[in-house]
Structure formats: structure tokens, C-alpha cells
């Protein structure tokens, strides 16, 4: 769930994006599983702080730049 949707109860085509973003990880990670270090009751505080994942390491620039 985005952070808008999450803090706000907003979806809009930025939460698609997001949603999005995560699929794209996911992908580039060969299924990879998001946010496995951050305990579930700490996500919301985690996101609300700014925290993002991380570019994979086989994830070209451009795939990135799409996504933001």
C-alpha cells in the first residue's frame, strides 16, 4: 500500500505508481519479498520517516527513473 493510501486513505494514479514501483522491484529482485527487514508494526513509522527500498543491484538507472 502506497504511503498516500496508508497515512491518508488517498488512492490516486501516484499510489497506482507506487504499486507499480513495488512490482517493478519485485521483479527485478526475481521475486524478491519488499520491506523484509522492517517488522510490520514499524512499517508505517518506516515510511512515514522517508524510507524507500533500495535500487537492485541488476535494476538499470532508466527502469528507476520511470517509476518516480
Do not use: H
Not at 7 to 31: A, C, H, P, Q
Amino acid at each position: 500500500m502506497s504511503p498516500e493510501a496508508l497515512f491518508d486513505r488517498k488512492f490516486s494514479t501516484k499510489s497506482n505508481v507506487w504499486s507499480y514501483s513495488i512490482l517493478t522491484w519485485e521483479i527485478m529482485t526475481y521475486g524478491g519479498t519488499p520491506y523484509t527487514s522492517i517488522a510490520a508494526e514499524n512499517m508505517f513509522d518506516y515510511l512515514r520517516d522517508g524510507n524507500r527500498m533500495s535500487q537492485p543491484v541488476n535494476c538499470p538507472n532508466e527502469i528507476l527513473e520511470n517509476d518516480e
